[in-house]
Structures are given as C-alpha cells and as structure tokens.
C-alpha cells in the first residue's frame, strides 16, 4: 500500500464548477501536509500548506483530518488555468517530502 | 531571482553510457533533494543534502546511481552505466533552513536511454 492514496482522475468539469480531491495517508507520524500543482511536462509547484483548523486562499480550500488521516482540496469557481495534476505531499518533519501520485483535474469551457 | 536551474533540460544516451545532471540551487538555500518521476512510480526521492552533506540517500534506487554536492552552489547526479528503465524526468529542488518543506523544484532533466 501507498503511503500516500489518491484518487488519479481525470475529473472533467466544467468552468465554474466545484470539485473537491481527497488524499489518504497511511503514516500516522505524519506532521506536515501540502498540495503541490503540477502543469503538463513542468515541475512541481507548492499551491498551499494543510493546517489542522483549515485554511483558504482565494477560491481554494485545504482540510486536515488527522483521525481519518485525510486531507481534502476543494477548488471553487473552476478556471481553464486550474487545469493541471494536484499532488497531496506529507512529511515526518523528515525533511522528507512523501508525493502521492496524483489527481489530474480538466476545466472544460 | 534565479530558480533552480537544471542541466542539461533534455538528454537523449545509449544503453550503457554515462550520464551525469546537474544542479544550481538557490542562492542561500540550505537543502537539496533529488527526485525521479516515471507514469509508473510517480515522483520518488533519490537522495537529499543538508549543508552539502547527504542525509538520506535510501531512495537511490542501486550502486549505478552516485550524488554529490562539492559545494552550497552545485550538485550532480551520476548514472552509470545507464539503463533503458532509468528514462524518466529528474528533479532538483531546493529549501532554506528555516522552511525546510517548502521545496522549490528547478524544470526537470527528461532523460531518455536507449
């Protein structure tokens, strides 16, 4: 099993729409979580950090749950540009970053 | 500001041949990692220095494989002799001390042996 699970995708939704991606861990050390976004043939890019309250930036919305060992992406008001792959990223305080394989999102006009 | 930067961007070998990327960090970054990424297995950690020394090298994936980081400015990634099975793209990123998570990734080294 994958220290990291997510559902690869594609989703394929519409401009406007909502779309939420889900992230399971298997590491309850685990103390650190991010959504990293990657654009086709680009590298990784940090899109925001995962806090145990919660926490927003802009149309984007992360969530922790440290119990079920989940973290959840929520995408608002979809653009074109949101389309890329959403890798959900875990580390021990390692320094080690653990990259799920990720979920593809496809924004259609 | 300069990003990470990566050499070279495309790298086309022969079976058996040698191939060595390269790595510039950020400037004042104090960490750099090395990472593979293939459809099958995803993105992986090779290895990661710490003030120019290695930390974790358990992602190496066998003795074919060799890093090193002479100084704060300059890593390489040696394969030899290469495999069909190693084409993939190759990752740097760096981070400071202070946010040690916050990796920021350089373009990728696409590495394709034949």
């Known amino acids: 099993r994958k220290e990291v699970e997510q559902d690869p995708g594609p989703f394929n939704v519409p401009e406007g729409a909502t779309v939420a991606f889900n992230c399971t861990y298997s590491n309850s050390a685990s103390q650190s979580f991010f959504w990293y976004r990657q654009d086709c043939r680009k590298e990784p890019k940090l899109l925001m950090s995962?806090?145990?309250s919660g926490n927003e930036d802009g149309r984007f919305t992360a969530q922790l749950n440290r119990a079920s060992q989940y973290i959840s992406l929520l995408i608002r008001d979809s653009k074109l540009s949101d389309s890329a792959t959403y890798l959900c990223?875990?580390?021990?305080?390692?320094?080690?970053?653990?990259f799920g394989q990720g979920t593809t999102l496809q924004v259609k006009p | 500001d300069a990003g990470v930067i990566q050499s070279p961007r495309h790298e086309v070998t022969e079976m058996g041949q040698e191939v060595t990327l390269r790595c510039k960090p950020i400037s004042g970054h104090n960490s750099l990692f090395w990472y593979r990424q293939t459809m099958m297995r995803g993105l992986e950690l090779l290895i990661y220095?710490?003030?120019?020394?290695?930390?974790?090298d358990s992602g190496m994936p066998e003795d074919r494989f060799s890093a090193k980081m002479p100084n704060a400015s300059f890593s390489t990634l040696k394969i030899q002799p290469s495999e069909p099975r190693d084409s993939a793209v190759y990752f740097c990123?760096?981070?400071?001390?202070?946010?040690?998570?916050?990796?920021?990734f350089g373009p990728g080294t696409r590495l394709t042996v034949t």
């Open positions: 990223v875990v580390d021990r305080n390692t320094g080690k970053l653990i």
């Open positions: 990123a760096s981070s400071s001390g202070t946010l040690l998570n916050e990796q920021y």
């Open positions: 220095f710490n003030n120019n020394v290695p930390i974790d």
């Open positions: 995962v806090y145990s």
